[in-house]
């Protein structure tokens, strides 16, 4: 049974669509990631993933590593 969290991220550093794409390609790429929304306008990424296969820390990182600043709401 796999045990699926949404967790909301504030992502800080995001000035155009191609930040949103970026993001939601690159995240979404993570092993137990289900979904990625990113909203420009909120500065926020929503990650529906499968906790026992990543973590949020993995996300948080994944952003990171791409240029912006970004930790759990």
Do not use: H, P, W, Y
Not at 4 to 16: A, L
Not at 24 to 43: M, P
Request: proline share 0%; charged share 30%.
């Amino acid at each position: 049974m796999s045990s699926n969290t949404e967790k909301v991220f504030s992502v800080n550093g995001m000035t155009c669509q191609s930040c949103v794409k970026n993001i939601e390609r690159n995240v979404g790429k993570i092993d137990g990631v289900k979904t990625v929304k990113v909203s420009l306008d909120e500065k926020e990424a929503r990650v529906e993933f499968d906790n026992s296969k990543t973590s949020e820390q993995a996300v948080i990182d994944k952003i990171a590593g791409l240029g912006f600043q970004a930790q759990a709401k």
